[in-house]
């Protein structure tokens, strides 16, 4: 098939997405407590996945009540996690399941979101995105957490899902 584009149009430069084109997505995610660098490794402490997705889910597709971070005013993430091992030096994976908010930190560009939350402590989580990969650190803060600092790896394995999210945030 041959599409013809009008004279008008020849010559202009060809459309590219914002930056942020490279964080919406599925990733499956490991959090280690040294570097992920096999799935097997044995500082493997939790494994799941995690959606961002490129707007807020409407509210309206949402039930009442729902299991999501109130830090953030829009919901356009969430994760659904499986603790591989036990750590009392970190929050990951105390929440098995939610919706969240992500977006840029303005100091480094850094995408961030949260795995865990309470008035009193919360998990936050800050990687690069590259369009195929989220790596980065997660860690723990207030209440019961310890100074460690985690690893976080994601690998991109589909575009942005809304339905898990929205099955995650009833959970």
């Known amino acids: 098939m041959t599409v013809a584009l009008p004279g008008a149009l020849a010559g202009q ?11 919406p997505g599925t990733y499956t995610i490991r959090i280690c407590r ?3 660098d096999s799935p097997t490794d044995s500082t493997v402490l939790v494994v799941g996945t ?8 409407s509210r309206r597709l949402i039930s009442s009540p729902i299991h999501a971070d109130y830090y953030h005013p829009y919901l356009n ?3 659904d ?3 591989v091992r036990l750590s009392a030096y970190t929050h990951a994976g105390l929440f098995p399941s939610g ?11 850094l995408v ?16 690069r995105a590259t369009g195929t990969e989220l ?7 207030g209440f019961g957490s310890g100074p460690a600092v985690d690893s976080v790896y994601g690998r991109r394995v589909g575009p942005p899902d809304q339905a898990k999210c929205i099955a995650a945030a009833k959970e």
Do not use: E, I, N
């Open 112 to 127: 961030q979101f949260s795995l865990y939350w309470s008035p009193d402590a919360r998990y936050w989580v800050k990687v």
């Open 13 to 23: 430069r060809p459309f590219t997405l914002p930056g942020d084109s490279l964080v």
């Open 50 to 57: 995690v959606v961002l997705l490129p707007k807020p889910v």
């Open 135 to 141: 790596r980065g650190h997660g860690q723990s803060q």
């Open 77 to 79: 993430a969430c994760f």
């Open 81 to 83: 996690l499986k603790k």
């Open 34 to 36: 040294a570097s992920c």
């Open 99 to 109: 919706m969240v908010g992500w977006d840029r930190d303005p100091r480094d560009s």
